[in-house]
């Protein structure tokens, strides 16, 4: 994990879109529970208030969730618990919105409209599907995927927003394609 953050932080200075604050990126976890401990390692990074984690889960819903918690043990559940609780600390539920819900589209929001106020929004499978992103320029995958969730994961990048944009990048951490 440490070496993708370290790979995340140098692609943003290194990068055009990136460092020119055009771009932004998704990183993709394989639990909730690896999307959590990169959020805190993000936490260390210059991304600090500029990275949001969003996944299917939700403190408030006695942890159900539809994306693999990866929690192995009730201290991994409680590294996933005290994220959210941390947060979502000072977010407040409105209009029929859950606390996690006002969080996650208040990130969305920043993230395709003011890519350099939210660089990164750490994912497990949550926004690879009918999430329009034009500034998303990275997508990189810490997890195995196939078939739809992978060609969801190339189309994330793909949207074009600007005449500095061709294309999108996917950089593969582990085996695309492969099972477990």
Do not use: W
Request: glycine residues 6%.
């Amino acid at each position: 994990m440490d070496r993708v953050v370290s790979d995340i932080v140098f692609d943003f200075s290194v990068k055009p879109r990136l460092s020119s604050e055009r771009g932004n990126a998704i990183p993709v976890a394989s639990s909730i529970y690896e999307a959590c401990k990169y959020f805190e390692l993000f936490q260390k990074t210059p991304f600090r208030n500029k990275c949001a984690l969003i996944t299917s889960y939700n403190p408030n819903a006695q942890d159900i969730t539809k994306e693999e918690t990866g929690a192995n043990t009730d201290i991994d559940r409680q590294v996933i618990y005290n994220t959210y609780t941390e947060l979502l600390k000072g977010v407040e539920a409105m209009g029929g919105l859950s606390k996690t819900e006002v969080y996650e589209e208040a990130a969305k929001a920043l993230f395709t409209k003011e890519p350099a106020n939210m660089k990164l929004l750490v994912v497990v499978d949550k926004l690879l599907t009918a999430f329009d992103a034009p500034p998303c320029t990275y997508v990189y995958i810490d997890t195995s995927m196939q078939d739809h969730g992978l060609f969801q994961a190339i189309c994330r990048t793909n949207r074009l927003d600007g005449e500095d944009k061709d294309f999108g990048y996917i950089v593969a951490y582990k085996g695309l394609c492969e099972k477990g």
